[in-house]
């Protein structure tokens, strides 16, 4: 739920990325997980509003693929403060501490959804029909009529000493989507991160996408995705 006031600064509209889909693996065993996401599309974390990142900036990468009907998505962030006081789901994660936040947007639907991962694998799960509801809930302060209560998505954390990882598969149902297969739909998608320090008063925010101001929700700059079969690959580069 990022808004945050600070320098704005122009980029360019993003072009369409062929996202194919992700060969098997064993979810437990995260470098099977990496090993599988290698050849995947990826986007490393920027603060592309400003002129240069925080000294305090650590960098961090999200991987995507695809699946039958679901989204896979996986993530390794460095981090030298790995935290988030949430316990349980759909507390708001994004004021505890460390999260990994997921967009995801059907190109054909005017709703999004918002998930948000700790590192010990607690989520915050919203879904907003439009943007206005986005700036409802910023007016008001008050996320109770996006909150999913069931359990939307799976996903797995790993923590190390220095950074921790995530996996993440997203139904299209969960997003304003009912396909029979994600392949040849078109998608809107981004990744956000706060990175909390204990004893630091504010978290450093970051972004996949190329936003022109520090707001996760500004939808414009968003990535396109097309899910693709391996006989309809994109040019990626």
Excluded at 4 to 18: D, N
Excluded at 161 to 171: F, G
């Amino acid at each position: 739920m990022q808004s945050t006031i600070g320098a704005t600064k122009s980029t360019e509209p993003p072009r369409q990325v062929g996202c194919g889909p992700v060969g098997e693996f064993d979810s437990a065993d995260v470098g099977s997980v990496r090993r599988a996401f290698s050849s995947a599309p990826s986007w490393r974390f920027r603060q592309a509003w400003l002129s240069e990142e925080e000294s305090a900036f650590l960098p961090g990468e999200a991987r995507l693929g695809w699946r039958g009907n679901s989204i896979l998505i996986f993530a390794e962030l460095f981090d030298g403060d790995i935290f988030n006081e949430a316990t349980a789901l759909n507390q708001r994660a994004w004021e505890l501490g460390d999260v990994f936040e997921i967009f995801l947007r059907p190109a054909s639907s005017a709703g999004y959804v918002e998930f948000q991962i700790t590192p010990d694998n607690h989520r915050l799960q919203l879904r907003y029909p439009d943007s206005d509801a986005v700036r409802v809930a910023r007016a008001t302060k008050n996320l109770d009529s996006a909150l999913v209560s069931e359990q939307s998505i799976q996903s797995r954390t790993w923590k190390s000493s220095d950074r921790w990882k995530v996996l993440a598969e997203i139904p299209a149902t969960s997003a304003h989507a009912d396909f029979t297969s994600l392949a040849g739909t078109e998608w809107q998608i981004s990744f956000g991160r706060y990175d909390y320090t204990r004893g630091h008063s504010k978290p450093v925010i970051s972004s996949t996408s190329l936003h022109a101001a520090p707001d996760f929700h500004r939808t414009q700059e968003w990535q396109k995705i097309l899910f693709t079969t391996p006989s309809s690959e994109l040019n990626n580069e």
